[in-house]
Every structure is written in structure tokens, then in C-alpha cells.
């Protein structure tokens, strides 16, 4: 039975040993993706549309 690393080096089975992208890449691309998607949220600051939207309970019409 192979090991769960060795089945996913599979889709990069096209590319030389030396440019397959190793775990720490990986990891390096989803800490980017969070700091990415932190500071957008700190740029664009939509707090009153989540609030408004997600948190308070909006009256129904009558």
C-alpha cells in the first residue's frame, strides 16, 4: 500500500523531481492566502454591511 504523500506527489508525476512543489510550499501559498485575505478585509472594512446583514435580526415588513 503506498503512503498518502507518495499517492499525491501523482499529479505532479509530469514535473522533474526538483520543481514538484514540496509541503512547505504548500504551506508558505495558504499562510500568503490568509495574510492576503486579512488584508483586504482590513482595506475594504465592510463590519456594518456583515453586521447588518449576518447579526441583527432585520424587522419583517408588514
Same mark, same amino acid.
Not at 32 to 59: C, H, M, N, S, Y
Given at each position: 500500500?503506498?503512503?498518502? *504523500? #507518495? %499517492? /499525491?506527489? =501523482?499529479?505532479?508525476?509530469?514535473?522533474?523531481?526538483?520543481?514538484?512543489? @514540496?509541503?512547505? $510550499?504548500?504551506? *508558505? #501559498? %495558504? /499562510?500568503? =492566502?490568509?495574510?492576503?485575505?486579512?488584508?483586504?478585509?482590513?482595506?475594504? @472594512?465592510?463590519? $456594518?454591511?456583515?453586521?447588518?446583514?449576518?447579526?441583527?435580526?432585520?424587522?419583517?415588513?408588514?
Amino acid at each position: 500500500m503506498t503512503s498518502p *504523500a #507518495a %499517492a /499525491g506527489n =501523482g499529479l505532479f508525476k509530469f514535473l522533474r523531481p526538483k520543481l514538484r512543489p @514540496q509541503s512547505t $510550499d504548500i504551506q *508558505a #501559498a %495558504a /499562510g500568503w =492566502g490568509v495574510a492576503a485575505v486579512t488584508g483586504a478585509l482590513w482595506v475594504i @472594512q465592510p463590519w $456594518d454591511f456583515l453586521r447588518k446583514t449576518f447579526i441583527e435580526k432585520q424587522e419583517e415588513e408588514k
